[in-house]
């Protein structure tokens, strides 16, 4: 069973940092993709980042040149920088890992429970 845990989330005050981190662990072979999701209250879920094995990176708009997206292949674990946090990043983050299970050597996409980051002054 593949179970990913988030931590990291918080409240901050607007201009400050955070680091999120996901952590993947169960009967994994291999991860693919990992990223990094938000939903904030009435709204979608969207993409924040995503880290191919490879380490090739994609940000969504509003937040390039703010958030860094990081992987540790060997820990299946990957981390959100946030810097220069504002009031409209206020949103539960999720992570999201391609798992391929060591013993079926299946693909599924897995999820993490989310972690709230608030930014309020």
């Known amino acids: 069973q593949v179970r990913l845990v988030e931590s990291g989330g918080g409240l901050v005050q607007p201009g400050g940092s955070l680091r999120l981190s996901c952590a993947a662990s169960?009967?994994?072979?291999?991860?693919?993709?990992m990223g990094w999701y938000r939903q904030a209250p009435g709204k979608q879920r969207e993409l924040v980042a995503t880290i191919v094995s490879g380490g090739a990176t994609n940000y969504a708009d509003s937040v390039k040149g703010r958030f860094t997206i990081s992987r540790d292949n060997a820990k299946n674990m990957v981390y959100l920088q946030i810097n220069g946090l504002k009031p409209e990043d206020t949103a539960v983050y999720y992570c999201n890992m391609g798992i391929t299970d060591w013993a079926t050597r299946s693909t599924t996409n897995y999820w993490g429970q989310g972690t709230q980051v608030t930014v309020s002054s």
């Open positions: 169960g009967n994994i072979f291999s991860v693919d993709a």
